[in-house]
């Protein structure tokens, strides 16, 4: 069974800064879709960026960017420029690629993450 | 951009009620969840909808819970004797294949 790991409850970092929150992964599948969620106080679930595992060129999606490593199953996101509305949960999900999931997300714990001003 | 309707956006009910929680997902999307979040815990897969059937459930999904598309839009979760630890946010999504995953606001439900 996959399963999602962030080992980082929490993170705060000041305004304009970078920050890199991380997440590996287990998973015997060799085709997979990863992602990173935000979840703001209003706990909507926003996507933030995604993977295929497929392609080796790290996704990118303004100020935020993946670090990908497939053999070492790791999915880091970097933030840039970190801004007051960053403030965040940030969740890494890992999806199948393969039907039988039925494209069931599977998710990490979570990292808080503070921009302080 | 499309969106996924959730309503209501938070329900109170007491322990031992029925609660039915209702979704309007995405009209050209073929596949349907239900996930839900305990305060201050992970996100957790409930079921998944496809074909107007279940096409995969959690441990979770016990039998105080069903799922419908009576109408060809709507999509509702109903938990027949709600406990106090189904309090919880429940996101209903839609999916059209793979990615694209669109979730609603959720429903913040609180058993008492």
């Known amino acids: 069974a996959q399963t999602v790991t962030q080992s980082q409850p929490e993170m705060s970092v000041q305004e304009a800064e970078t920050v890199t929150l991380s997440c590996t992964y287990d998973?015997?599948?060799?085709?997979?879709?990863l992602f990173w969620y935000k979840q703001p106080p209003s706990r909507q679930m926003i996507l933030v960026i995604r993977?295929?595992?497929?392609k080796q060129q790290n996704a990118t999606e303004n100020r935020f960017s993946v670090n990908f490593q497939k053999a070492a199953k790791s999915f880091s996101l970097k933030i840039s420029d970190s801004q007051l509305g960053d403030t965040a949960m940030y969740f890494c999900?890992?999806?199948?690629?393969?039907?039988?999931?039925?494209?069931?997300?599977?998710w990490g714990a979570g990292t808080k993450l503070i921009i302080k001003p | 951009e499309p969106e996924v309707t959730q309503t209501p956006s938070h329900q109170v009910t007491q322990m031992g009620q029925e609660v039915i929680l209702r979704c309007v997902p995405i009209?050209?999307?073929?596949?349907f969840y239900w996930y839900r979040q305990i305060l201050g815990q992970k996100v957790e897969f409930l079921v998944s909808?496809?074909?107007?059937?279940?096409?995969?459930k959690s441990e979770i999904f016990d039998d105080q819970f069903s799922v419908e598309r009576p109408d060809g839009s709507n999509f509702t979760l109903k938990i027949r004797s709600t406990k106090l630890e189904d309090s919880a946010m429940y996101f209903c999504?839609?999916?059209?294949?793979?990615?694209?995953?669109?979730f609603g606001s959720g429903t913040r439900l609180t058993v008492v």
């Open positions: 999900a890992f999806m199948s690629e393969g039907g039988h999931s039925n494209y069931q997300l599977i």
């Open positions: 998973t015997s599948e060799s085709n997979y879709y």
């Open positions: 993977q295929e595992a497929y």
């Open positions: 009209s050209n999307h073929l596949y």
């Open positions: 909808f496809y074909n107007n059937e279940i096409s995969e």
């Open positions: 999504a839609s999916n059209p294949e793979i990615y694209g995953y669109t």
